[in-house]
């Protein structure tokens, strides 16, 4: 309508005989329609936010929240290679990945009684927790839901989060729920049996001292190392057993206590299945109930608390309602452990005699006790495993010929 108005002006002007007064009469109406034509935007752009913000409002809604803990070792790797942008994309998640220290500067202990004077040697572990504490207090800041938080690993990542499960350090409400990938607390590799002896050997490799008694002074071996440079410290020829680690979590008394790295697993299961109860239980205990097509829904979204874990399963992982609040999804990846393998092996394989050579190399490494046993029991489940891939692959090839 003020447009209308205005544009009219402009035309009547026109109708004036005289040059001055119509052009003094344009430049008045013109002058109208810009103040004119300013308002109506600024009563647009104002409406226009105000609408925004009720929308904003209508339509908050807190995301679950990824934490993904990297793999690969104890040793080494990074969180920064792993981009999430296309699972919080597809998911609708939020996804956050995070560096923790490695190595001798997470994991050095040097402590030879940690069940008389206990102290703190999982750095690592403590870097997690301490993530952990900060996507509480900021990830809604980023659209997640506190309360909805899974961490997720693969390999030695699998394995830290195993120990947060069950370490008394952690606090409880921190997350709701794992993935484990190819890893758990219970992996012959994912503890370091005799940490003293490697920090040993470092103190040596570095040219610190060793006490007397270990027993009662072995934070001087932990003082000396904490006054020589990385470089030097890094440089220490340190080498673990094949498939093992020289520096990984070990029991330290705090983070990891004695009998708290590995829980008996039947124990678990019964202690789940009583609170598994009609009385009041987290959730369900059993394993595996094949494909579910809601999946991410159901496991990451499920509208807080732990809720069933019955309706959560998805081929071939399996589900336990872990410790005393935690839900776990574990399983095994495509390439399993095959960054370890050479380029050649990976392209052509490896005879009987080179396979048997790292099984034997493996068992010796990890166990102490039954080694045949366990090398004849591997062995004939891998032949098994092969001539059944063999047999598959047949199929499928004949049923692509027809």
């Given at each position: 309508?003020?447009?209308?108005v205005?544009?009219h ?7 004036h ?13 013109c002058k ?38 990297h ?9 920064n290679?792993y ?5 919080a ?37 403590m870097?997690?927790?301490?993530a ?7 990830i ?5 839901d ?7 690993g ?43 002896m ?16 270990i ?17 030097e410290l ?11 680690s020289?520096f ?12 708290h ?7 678990l ?11 009041g239980?987290?959730g ?9 097509s ?7 979204g ?6 069933s ?29 095959i960054?370890r ?26 166990y ?35």
């Amino acid at each position: 309508m003020y447009l209308c108005v205005c544009i009219h002006d402009i035309l009547y002007c026109f109708s004036h005989s005289f040059p001055y007064i119509r052009k003094y009469c344009i430049e008045n109406a013109c002058k109208q329609l810009v103040v004119k034509l300013c308002l109506l935007f600024c009563l647009f752009f104002f409406f226009l936010c105000i609408l925004c913000i009720f929308a904003a409002g209508a339509s908050e809604k807190k995301l679950p929240v990824i934490v993904f803990v990297h793999g690969e070792s104890f040793e080494w790797s990074s969180g920064n290679p792993y981009d999430g942008s296309v699972l919080a994309s597809y998911g609708e998640v939020v996804v956050v990945t995070l560096n923790y220290r490695l190595g001798i500067l997470g994991f050095l202990n040097a402590n030879p009684n940690p069940l008389i004077h206990a102290r703190v040697a999982n750095y690592g572990l403590m870097d997690q927790i301490a993530a952990l504490h900060w996507i509480q207090q900021n990830i809604q800041k980023f659209g997640g839901d506190p309360n909805l938080v899974t961490l997720a690993g693969h390999g030695t990542g699998a394995a830290c989060i195993s120990y947060l499960m069950a370490t008394p350090t952690m606090v409880r409400g921190l997350f709701q729920r794992t993935i484990l990938m190819s890893g758990s607390a219970y992996a012959s590799w994912s503890l370091v049996d005799d940490p003293v002896m490697f920090a040993i050997k470092l103190a040596r490799e570095v040219n610190c001292s060793i006490p007397e008694d270990i027993d009662k002074h072995h934070e001087q071996i932990v003082d000396c190392l904490r006054e020589i440079s990385l470089e030097e410290l890094y440089a220490a020829d340190i080498q673990a057993p094949t498939f093992l680690s020289s520096f990984g979590p070990s029991v330290d008394g705090v983070v990891i206590r004695s009998g708290h790295s590995n829980l008996d697993i039947d124990d678990l299961i019964a202690r789940n299945s009583k609170r598994s109860s009609p009385t009041g239980g987290s959730g369900s205990s059993s394993f595996g109930n094949g494909g579910n097509s809601n999946f991410g829904s159901n496991y990451f979204g499920n509208n807080g608390g732990s809720g069933s874990s019955g309706s959560a399963y998805s081929n071939g992982g399996g589900f336990i309602t872990a410790g005393p609040h935690f839900d776990v999804l574990f399983g095994v990846v495509t390439g399993e452990s095959i960054w370890r393998f050479s380029a050649h092996d990976i392209q052509n394989g490896f005879e009987g005699e080179r396979r048997d050579k790292i099984i034997r190399t493996y068992v010796r490494n990890a166990y102490n006790y039954h080694l045949n046993e366990i090398f004849y029991t591997v062995s004939s489940i891998i032949i098994v495993m092969q001539f059944t891939v063999y047999a598959n692959q047949s199929i499928n090839n004949r049923n692509r010929s027809n």
